[in-house]
């Protein structure tokens, strides 16, 4: 069967780093989404990975290992506002995407 | 300006009743989709449609039903409620299929 890994809840504090694991069994591999989701709205787009590396934007950067079926989600400098769940989404080889269960991040003073 | 905008934002009802959330995007996008979000939080595909034509179709019941008058345009009809049918239903579309979604505001159904 297909699915995502990613742990269910972390807690960082205000301006810390946290790192955020996605691992993945898909039948084929086209690319690896995030999304981060706040309580009660819809998800928006974070990143999108397709080849191995990291992918930065601002204090969010993205790494994929297509090898390990790896991917994690590294936020600095955390904000309060950063609490939030952080999906993790694959594409598989018929386009299809499978979606995680999602990390839920507590932000603390 | 709304880009994905679904109606009802919040929808309670009777077992056994039949209900629609509509669903507009005014991106221009090609491809439009229906998500189930459940208790648990998995997002769960439904139904895709791109340029009209329904491409994802996952087994959920013949109850639900989606319409795509036009590109812009991705209503979902539910006959026959079921309290398991409780859920928040996300419409979302993308520019290329798949890619980057963009969703609307979810419209949570909670069937009594």
């Known amino acids: 069967g297909q699915n995502i890994d990613q742990p269910t809840e972390m807690t960082a504090t205000e301006g810390a780093i946290v790192q955020i694991n996605c691992t993945y069994q898909?039948?084929?591999?086209?690319?690896l989404f995030w999304y981060q989701q706040h309580a009660g709205e819809a998800p928006t787009f974070l990143s999108y990975?397709?080849l191995d590396g990291l992918e930065e934007k601002g204090r969010f950067s993205s790494f994929l290992s297509r090898s390990k079926g790896y991917s994690y989600l590294l936020l600095k400098e955390l904000q309060m506002k950063d609490s939030a769940s952080y999906l993790c989404?694959?594409?598989?080889?018929?386009?299809?995407?499978?979606w995680g269960a999602g990390t839920k991040l507590i932000i603390k003073p | 300006d709304t880009a994905v905008s679904q109606t009802p934002k919040y929808l309670v009802t009777q077992m056994g009743n039949d209900k629609s959330i509509k669903c507009e995007q005014n991106?221009?996008?090609?491809?439009m989709y229906w998500y189930k979000q459940d208790s648990k939080k998995f997002l769960k595909i439904m139904f895709s449609?791109?340029?009209?034509?329904?491409?994802i179709n996952e087994t959920v019941p013949n109850r639900f039903s989606p319409k795509s008058p036009d590109k812009a345009h991705l209503n979902l009809h539910i006959n026959s409620l079921e309290l398991g049918d409780s859920a928040v239903y996300f419409c979302?579309?993308?520019?290329?299929?798949?890619?980057?979604?963009?969703f609307g505001e979810g419209s949570r159904l909670t069937v009594l």
């Open positions: 990975n397709v």
């Open positions: 449609y791109n340029n009209k034509e329904l491409i």
């Open positions: 979302a579309s993308s520019q290329a299929f798949p890619g980057e979604l963009f």
């Open positions: 989404a694959v594409t598989d080889s018929n386009y299809q995407l499978i």
């Open positions: 991106l221009g996008h090609d491809t």
């Open positions: 898909t039948s084929g591999f086209n690319g």
